[in-house]
């Protein structure tokens, strides 16, 4: 581990983030050049103690999981990403399968969409970030481990995960998303993430099997699609989305006709959520 290295590192791509840049207010008082130490721990979900050591070079040795946190906060590209993990002395993530890296491009747009359900996924369906109103609206995706972080793995494994979307909606969304499982395979192909989740949905779910032996392949999300959530209600939204070509991430952002109850349940929704994080914060 080079600290002074990863020290100086630290604060020049720090000094580089204007607080726009990641939808914080720059106020009338800001002096720091960039943002300020404790606005980055708190992006890469860090104390401000245990960043601004490092940044002194007198921190501890960052593990992968932690490098993998400021790399995202600092919005490195891939590039930048490889030389922190080095600095630090590991090997740099292998670009080879998912790339759980976020494009800093991808990050600036959903930095400025906050009070919008958006939310960042991978070819398989893996969530890597989402907004509060996307929480609110879908649930926390981001918390499952393993081959169940794929919306399309829970879907056959886990059918209670089915109840995001409105019964008679089940099946076109089911042959949806094994239709993007088969896109994912054909370009990964064998040992890939996608490889994994076909060889394990294969083993225990008959279902799946005989929507995969229709071989599908229209792997475009609908931009149309119908919520069903607890509190609220069956919402219609259009789902945008953006893909980064270098990665195969998607940036899917849900919106409502303005003015329509539609628009109206998900006011009402974002409200929902953030009283649920203030209590329980």
Not at 52 to 72: D, H, I, V
Not at 128 to 155: F, I
Not at 194 to 219: C, G, M, Q, T, Y
């Amino acid at each position: 581990m080079d600290r002074t290295q990863l020290a100086d590192f630290l604060r020049t791509r720090r000094e580089a983030i204007q607080p726009e840049d990641v939808g914080l207010p720059r106020g009338q008082r800001r002096r720091a050049r960039g943002l300020r130490r404790e606005e980055v721990a708190a992006l890469c979900g860090m104390s401000a103690d245990y960043y601004g050591r490092l940044e002194q070079g007198r921190g501890p040795t960052p593990s992968e999981p932690m490098l993998a946190a400021m790399a995202r906060g600092l919005r490195l590209t891939t590039a930048e990403r490889d030389h922190l993990f080095r600095l630090a002395g590991h090997h740099a993530p292998d670009r080879v399968g998912v790339d759980e890296h976020i494009a800093p491009g991808i990050l600036r747009i959903l930095d400025r969409l906050q009070d919008t359900p958006a939310q960042v996924v991978t070819e398989t369906g893996e969530t890597l970030a989402q907004t509060p109103p996307a929480v609110a609206l879908l649930g926390d995706q981001t918390s499952y481990t393993g081959l169940a972080r794929s919306t399309v793995y829970r879907w056959y494994a886990d059918p209670a995960s089915r109840d995001v979307y409105p019964r008679e909606d089940h099946a076109e969304r089911g042959r949806t998303f094994t239709a993007e499982l088969r896109g994912a395979y054909a370009r990964g192909g064998r040992g890939s993430r996608a490889a994994a989740i076909v060889e394990a949905l294969s083993a225990r779910s008959p279902e799946f099997v005989a929507v995969w032996a229709e071989h599908d392949v229209d792997d475009k999300h609908a931009r149309t699609k119908r919520i069903a959530h607890a509190e609220v209600g069956v919402l219609t939204l259009e789902c945008q989305t953006l893909l980064d070509t270098d990665s195969g991430q998607r940036l899917l952002v849900f919106t409502a006709t303005p003015g329509s109850p539609d628009a109206d349940r998900l006011a009402l929704l974002a409200v929902i959520g953030a009283q649920r994080m203030s209590s329980s914060g």
